[in-house]
């Protein structure tokens, strides 16, 4: 079996109302990011209670996922991004140390 060459990068979750979706994948596009996976209708349970995932007539209110992996150098500047998001709107950022193969599609 032929080995892949791993690299190691940060992994981002980022998780907002979809009504932010914009702001947030605007933010990432100016730091330099090259993609983005974002997954829709989030259930789930937190501080403030239960949040139903998938409404049927309002997809700003659902919460989403977007998911990216970056070299760690970004992660500051993301996270600088969106620290005056974060005191008015709710919402999570967690990050994670991962490893990718490809790495040339990680990098602008």
């Given at each position: 079996?032929?080995?892949l060459?791993?690299s190691p990068?940060k992994?981002?979750?980022i998780i907002?109302?979809?009504?932010?979706?914009?702001?947030?994948?605007d933010?990432?596009?100016?730091?330099?990011v090259?993609?983005y996976t974002?997954v829709?209708?989030?259930?789930?349970?937190g501080?403030?209670g239960?949040?139903e995932?998938?409404?049927?007539?309002?997809e700003?209110?659902?919460?989403?996922m977007?998911?990216?992996?970056?070299p760690?150098?970004l992660?500051e500047?993301?996270?600088?991004?969106f620290?005056?998001?974060?005191?008015k709107?709710?919402?999570?950022v967690?990050?994670?140390d991962?490893?990718?193969?490809r790495?040339?599609?990680f990098?602008?």
């Open positions: 079996m032929t080995n060459n791993l990068v992994k981002l979750e907002i109302e979809g009504a932010h979706q914009e702001f947030a994948t933010l990432l596009d100016r730091a330099g090259t993609g974002i829709g209708n989030l259930s789930g349970k501080r403030h239960f949040h995932g998938h409404l049927m007539f309002n700003d209110a659902v919460l989403i977007i998911i990216v992996a970056v760690e150098e992660v500047p993301i996270l600088e991004g620290a005056p998001f974060f005191n709107h709710t919402g999570v967690f990050i994670s991962i490893q990718v193969s790495l040339v599609k990098k602008s």
